[in-house]
């Protein structure tokens, strides 16, 4: 409290002192000098600063002017006591709504973090059911309930890079992809395949984040799964470039494709395309020589 009056009254003291110099140098009496001191206490303060302000600036000029004081200057000092209380007023009315507003967005925050945390906390639950059914199966379904499994995950990973940012839920694809990309070499086993990332910095809407993240998962888990068999080494490189287009590539140096018209009839290969013409891009397949490299292209996302 004491802190709050004490800078009130400097603020003040300052603008009287620039009065104090005006009056001095030109003999005019200019009250309006000292309105924005009484604005800036309501607006840096509460609880009645302004109005101290006030006060405290009626108080000021009545001893700077004792020597002149004439009746002629009452009414103009009554209209000022008036005008300094209506921006007082004012200014405390301001910072109430700045207040409410930065708690609505405080708010907003913690309600998209919380909901954020809940929705990853289910979708990883979901995760490991499926994770956990799969193991009671065939290979077969067991193997496709995996996959599903970690289709889950890689949606619920983009729960931890969500920004708000003008209502809109804005990821950091570089931090996403690095995180999925992590994830799958620890799925990956004991295979001796290194994956490395050269990713520009690039943000995008969560609705264009999420089906990136799950064709790069596939097209990972492909190379790994289908690129180096029989424990062959080997290395896949992920590439985000974000210039007028945003254009993402899986490339490694394993078996290569049979053929430049490979047919992709498996269930990892229709989501891929499908996701891809969601996005409105356009997928390449071609020979990396050793290896298979794949190029997604599309418009660079509008946040």
């Given at each position: 409290?004491?802190?709050?009056?004490?800078?009130?009254?400097?603020?003040?003291?300052?603008?009287?002192?620039?009065?104090?110099?005006?009056?001095?140098?030109?003999?005019?009496?200019?009250?309006?000098?000292?309105?924005?001191?009484?604005?800036?206490?309501?607006?840096?303060?509460?609880?009645?600063?302004?109005?101290?302000?006030?006060?405290?600036?009626?108080?000021?000029?009545?001893?700077?002017?004792?020597?002149?004081?004439?009746?002629?200057?009452?009414?103009?000092?009554?209209?000022?006591?008036?005008?300094?209380?209506?921006?007082?007023?004012?200014?405390?009315?301001?910072?109430?709504?700045?207040?409410?507003?930065?708690?609505?967005?405080?708010?907003?925050?913690?309600?998209?973090?919380?909901?954020?945390?809940?929705?990853?906390?289910?979708?990883?639950?979901?995760?490991?059911?499926?994770?956990?059914?799969?193991?009671?199966?065939?290979?077969?379904?067991?193997?496709?309930?995996e996959e599903t499994s970690q289709r889950i995950q890689t949606m619920a990973e983009?729960?931890?890079?969500?920004?708000?940012?003008?209502?809109?839920?804005?990821?950091?694809?570089?931090?996403?992809?690095?995180?999925?990309?992590?994830?799958?070499?620890?799925?990956?086993?004991?295979?001796?395949?290194?994956?490395?990332?050269?990713?520009?910095?690039?943000?995008?809407?969560?609705?264009?984040?999420?089906?990136?993240?799950?064709?790069?998962?596939?097209?990972?888990?492909?190379?790994i799964k289908y690129g180096f068999p029989d424990e062959r080494p080997g290395q896949?490189?992920?590439?985000?470039?974000?210039?007028?287009?945003?254009?993402?590539?899986?490339?490694?140096?394993?078996?290569?494709?049979?053929?430049?018209?490979?047919?992709?009839?498996?269930?990892?290969?229709?989501?891929?395309?499908?996701?891809?013409?969601?996005?409105?891009?356009?997928?390449?397949?071609?020979?990396?020589?050793?290896?298979?490299?794949?190029?997604?292209?599309?418009?660079?996302?509008?946040?």
């Amino acid at each position: 409290m004491a802190a709050r009056y004490g800078v009130s009254a400097l603020l003040m003291a300052c603008s009287l002192a620039v009065f104090a110099a005006m009056e001095a140098q030109s003999g005019f009496i200019g009250l309006y000098i000292l309105l924005p001191a009484i604005f800036l206490a309501g607006l840096m303060f509460d609880r009645g600063s302004a109005f101290f302000a006030t006060l405290l600036a009626v108080a000021g000029v009545l001893w700077l002017l004792r020597t002149q004081w004439t009746s002629t200057l009452a009414l103009p000092l009554v209209f000022f006591v008036f005008v300094g209380f209506a921006f007082a007023a004012f200014a405390e009315l301001l910072r109430k709504e700045m207040e409410k507003v930065v708690a609505s967005e405080r708010s907003k925050s913690l309600l998209l973090q919380e909901m954020a945390h809940r929705t990853k906390n289910n979708l990883a639950m979901l995760s490991a059911m499926v994770r956990l059914q799969s193991r009671t199966l065939g290979p077969e379904v067991s193997d496709a309930l995996e996959e599903t499994s970690q289709r889950i995950q890689t949606m619920a990973e983009v729960y931890d890079h969500l920004m708000l940012r003008d209502q809109t839920k804005i990821v950091d694809l570089k931090e996403y992809i690095g995180d999925i990309v992590r994830r799958l070499m620890l799925l990956g086993g004991e295979k001796p395949v290194a994956v490395r990332c050269e990713l520009d910095e690039a943000y995008a809407h969560s609705e264009v984040a999420v089906p990136i993240a799950i064709i790069i998962n596939e097209l990972v888990t492909n190379s790994i799964k289908y690129g180096f068999p029989d424990e062959r080494p080997g290395q896949i490189l992920i590439k985000l470039h974000a210039d007028d287009e945003l254009v993402i590539s899986v490339s490694d140096d394993g078996v290569g494709m049979p053929g430049p018209e490979q047919s992709r009839k498996g269930v990892g290969s229709k989501v891929v395309a499908l996701l891809v013409q969601q996005l409105n891009g356009k997928l390449v397949y071609s020979d990396a020589q050793p290896g298979c490299r794949v190029e997604l292209r599309m418009q660079k996302p509008k946040l």
